[in-house]
């Protein structure tokens, strides 16, 4: 079952960022586009900018990381004032390793957050860090997202995986 997340829910929104502190997760990566923001938009709503001051107040410290070009990744980090890492490649784990050294914590302090089972779950898996797989805010993707989303359906399709059956295994 490496396409399942830990957590599977419909939006942000829905975090109980209570529940990462009681597991004691200190540190969450954040995916933007379609997790945070509608992909090919450049606005930030406040739904978004709360989520990442709520998990900042309780401890958890935010970092992006996107496999989308620095000039967005960059916008975003700056009005969030937060960390960030763009052209990342997920799934590849190679940013999680330099986060990691940077922040000094353990793999069971981290968890990812993002919309894509090719790209988000897999970079938590080959991490060894838990995901929270949400719904995309949007069914338009750039051609890299339309592609991988196309995969999904076939994985789902295998894996009996149904879109909109919510869980969470924390």
């Keep these: 079952m490496i396409f399942r997340p830990n957590i599977y829910i419909k ?7 209570k529940r990462l502190q009681d597991r004691g997760i200190r540190l969450l990566i954040v995916d933007i586009d379609n997790t945070l923001v509608p992909s090919k938009t450049w606005q930030i709503d406040k739904d978004a900018s709360s989520f990442i001051s709520c998990l900042k ?21 700056k009005i969030l004032q937060i960390d960030h890492y763009a052209f990342s ?12 050294k940077k922040y000094h914590v353990a793999n069971n302090e981290v968890m990812i957050i993002g919309d894509q089972l090719m790209t988000d779950v897999l970079f938590a898996k080959s991490s060894g860090i838990g ?16 592609v991988t989303r196309a995969m999904e359906k076939v994985i789902r399709k295998i894996d009996k995986f149904e879109k909109g059956a919510y869980y969470d295994k924390m």
């Design 57 to 77: 107040q309780a401890g958890i410290m935010p970092v992006i990381i996107s496999n989308n070009v620095p000039k967005r990744v960059t916008y975003f980090a």
């Design 89 to 100: 490649l997920k799934p590849l784990p190679w940013r999680f390793k330099q986060i990691k």
């Design 131 to 146: 995901c929270i797989l949400v719904d995309p805010i949007i069914d338009k993707d750039n051609i890299f997202g339309t």
């Design 11 to 17: 939006s942000f929104k829905e975090l109980d960022i």
